[in-house]
């Protein structure tokens, strides 16, 4: 069964106990929902004013055709461009709730995964706004949670036919992949930042984006339980000998990742560098939990599909 109607079903039959259902009063208006954390989310009509507490989520407002609706979001939040000039009110540094509570918003939408201490989801909750949050960990949460933030601020058909896509094309990456043998499979190392100065970041089996790698046909270079982007020494890269090398660049914050493994006497006996497999990607599209997931996916499998098929 596909994730969507699965998740419309879980709303039809457990709406009160399971993620992203709701409750409706006498009048059939919605009054009460559920995160796909088990948080109790109560509205007395749909919002109007907004806030994003993750670029992700702000991509997902906006590709909901809410974009008109937020009123406030977080400091990376750098996409679409009608983004610009929205005050911010999350950053690294954390919540500035003060500014938070002057946009006076009537929704608050965050990602427990930059919150993990969840000092800024209590705070919100202490004064009173609604928060809606969402815990994803691969493709299947991410189109989860478009489904119950699409049923909150009132977009439940653009949800729908978004999700719809992302399942598609996903659809058609899996198909390919499953007509490929295991041992045709390359191993894909993913390096979210490299300067030479110190070991590499990268992204091993258990994050988001190494999930996606998974999907798109290739295996991890660097296996990991932690979940997170590790540090790997150099000499560990070389003895997983990767036959891809994806560097991950944004434009809010250039790498040089690429240069440097390009130029590095360390990296130069590696298969992915003597054959010329080493890219750049744009990052916000493999690293960001949003609807613009799908296009990491096909980004990725397009050069892992380049390497089998070339």
């Known amino acids: 069964?596909?994730?969507?109607?699965?998740?419309?079903?879980v709303f039809i039959l457990l709406p009160a106990v399971l993620a992203s259902g709701c409750l409706y009063d006498e009048e059939g208006r919605s009054i009460k929902y559920y995160d796909p954390l088990g948080g109790e989310v109560v509205l007395d009509e749909a919002p109007r004013r907004i806030v994003t507490l993750?670029?992700?989520?702000?991509e997902t407002v906006f590709a909901l055709d809410a974009g008109d609706l937020l009123v406030a979001t977080d400091e990376a939040s750098n996409y679409p461009s009608e983004v610009?000039?929205?005050?911010?009110?999350?950053s690294y540094l954390g919540l500035n709730l003060e500014a938070l509570i002057s946009e006076d918003p009537d929704l608050v939408i965050m990602d427990k995964t930059l919150d993990i201490s969840e000092e800024a989801y209590h705070s919100i909750k202490d004064v009173g706004i609604p928060v809606y949050r969402i815990y994803p960990t691969g493709i299947e949460d991410v189109l989860e949670a478009l489904i119950g933030i699409g049923k909150i601020i009132d977009r439940e058909d653009e949800a729908d036919e978004l999700v719809q896509d992302i399942e598609d094309r996903s659809a058609a990456v899996r198909t390919t992949v499953s007509g490929w043998n295991?041992?045709?499979r390359p191993k894909v190392l993913l390096v979210s930042y490299y300067d030479g100065t110190s070991d590499p970041w990268v992204?091993?089996?258990?994050t988001m984006a190494g999930g996606l790698i998974e999907t798109a046909g290739g295996i991890n270079a660097v296996s990991d339980d932690k979940g997170i982007v590790v540090q790997v020494p150099v000499e560990t890269i070389v003895g997983a000998d990767p036959d891809i090398i994806i560097c991950t660049q944004s434009t809010s914050w250039p790498t040089p990742s690429r240069e440097v493994i390009l130029?590095?006497?360390?990296?130069e006996d590696i298969e992915a560098v003597l054959s010329g497999s080493v890219y750049d990607i744009d990052g916000d599209i493999v690293d960001r939990t949003g609807p613009r997931l799908i296009q990491g996916l096909e980004e990725v499998h397009s050069r892992i599909y380049g390497y089998i098929e070339g």
């Open 54 to 58: 993750s670029p992700a989520l702000t």
């Open 182 to 184: 295991e041992n045709e």
């Open 1 to 9: 069964m596909k994730v969507r109607n699965l998740c419309i079903a």
């Open 203 to 206: 992204s091993t089996d258990t």
């Open 84 to 90: 610009e000039g929205l005050p911010d009110v999350f």
């Open 263 to 267: 130029s590095d006497g360390g990296w």
